[in-house]
Nanobody
Framework: QVQLVESGGGLVQPGGSLRLSCAAY????????MGWYRQAPGKEREVVATISSAGGTINYADSVKGRFIISRDNAKDTVSLQMNSLKPEDTAVYYC????????WGQGTQVTVSS
């Protein structure tokens, strides 16, 4: 059974930065596209960024382009999200999953952007 564990969230002021990490246990996801998703209170879960299996193809939601950077380390089965210039509207619970959302969702990590 695959377990996804997200970490790195927290409270940050507008304009600040955070780095999120996702570890996959029980599965070597080196051949899978992976993504970061987020869900704000009262809103649907949305995709933030995706990265192909070898990292050669990356896509971002328009709302985070130029501010967030997704990366992966297949040797460690981890995927990361560097978030810069954070805005209050980035406040959400952040999750990782395959690009097809094929795994059971983890607990996510809370990101709160507030002064």
């Amino acid at each position: 059974q695959v377990q996804l564990v997200e970490s790195g969230g927290g409270l940050v002021q507008p304009g600040g930065s955070l780095r999120l990490s996702c570890a996959a246990y029980g599965y070597m996801f080196g051949n899978l596209g992976m993504g970061w998703y987020r869900q704000a209170p009262g809103k649907e879960r949305e995709v933030v960024a995706t990265i192909s299996s070898a990292g050669g193809t990356i896509n971002y939601a328009d709302s985070v382009k130029g501010r967030f950077i997704i990366s992966r380390d297949n040797a460690k089965d981890t995927v990361s999200l560097q978030m810069n210039s954070l805005k209050p509207e980035d406040t959400a619970v952040y999750y990782c999953n395959g690009v097809n959302r094929q795994f059971i969702w983890g607990q996510g990590t809370q990101v709160t952007v507030s002064s």
